[in-house]
T-cell receptor
């Protein structure tokens, strides 16, 4: 079974530019999540899709971040315009329908997209 | 105060040693609990879920104390391959995981 794949693995851009990160979840996983780790800090939740709908986007830092999941398959996370503080590792994760797991939400993470804003 | 607190370490132990990590969480409504392992520059991977009755998976034992809002992970007979960062993770009930900063373990020959 293919895991969660993310692209690019590393992106270096200048402040003010735009970057789009892509995530392909495990096939059949309705739940897709974006998390971010800024250097020296813990991994933090950004948002959660159930199929193509945004279930929870409470972790999105500001309106420079836009996440989409058209068709309920892959997702993109666009940062426009990028700022220095956006540097970090962006993780995507997916999970099956949690309702059948007693509420336990076991996520499988992708390898992450490392973003460096200069 | 952070929602999930862990001692960042590093914990330096020799092979064969037993080591324990602790974690506390602040949200009493938290519903599920996990330990994830993260190797350097890799993604977090689920090590084990943590149940109220405590659970064991080989050399790893996890305990949960809901009254004290405390989670622990015990690793027996440490191997070199156990060297990694161990992340305490809590699901607050909204399908949103809250991570601790991680505890770094270094196992030496």
């Amino acid at each position: 079974e293919a895991g969660v794949t993310q692209f690019p693995s590393h992106s270096v851009i200048e402040k003010g530019q735009t970057v789009t990160l892509r995530c392909d979840p495990i096939s059949g996983h309705d739940n897709l999540y974006w998390y971010r780790r800024v250097m020296g800090k813990e991994i933090k939740f950004l948002l959660h899709f159930v199929k193509e709908s945004k279930q929870d986007e409470s972790g999105m830092p500001n309106n420079r971040f836009l996440a989409e999941r058209t068709g309920g398959t892959y997702s993109t996370l666009k940062v426009q315009p990028a700022e220095l503080e956006d540097s970090g590792v962006y993780f995507c994760a997916s999970s099956q329908d949690y309702r059948g797991t007693g509420g336990a939400n076991v996520l499988t993470f992708g390898a992450g997209s490392r973003l460096t804003v200069l | 105060r952070k929602e999930v607190e862990q001692d960042p370490g590093p914990f330096n132990v020799p092979e064969g040693a037993t080591v324990a990590f602790n974690c506390t969480y602040s949200n009493s409504a938290s519903q599920s609990f996990f330990w994830y392992r993260q190797d350097c520059r890799k993604e977090p991977k689920l090590l084990m879920s943590v149940y109220s009755s405590g659970n064991e998976d080989g050399r790893f034992t996890a305990q949960l104390n809901r009254a004290s809002q405390y989670i622990s992970l015990l690793i027996r007979d440490s191997k070199l391959s156990d060297s990694a960062t161990y992340l305490c993770v809590v699901n607050t009930g909204f399908q949103k995981l809250v991570f601790g900063t991680g505890t770094r373990l270094l196992v030496s020959p």
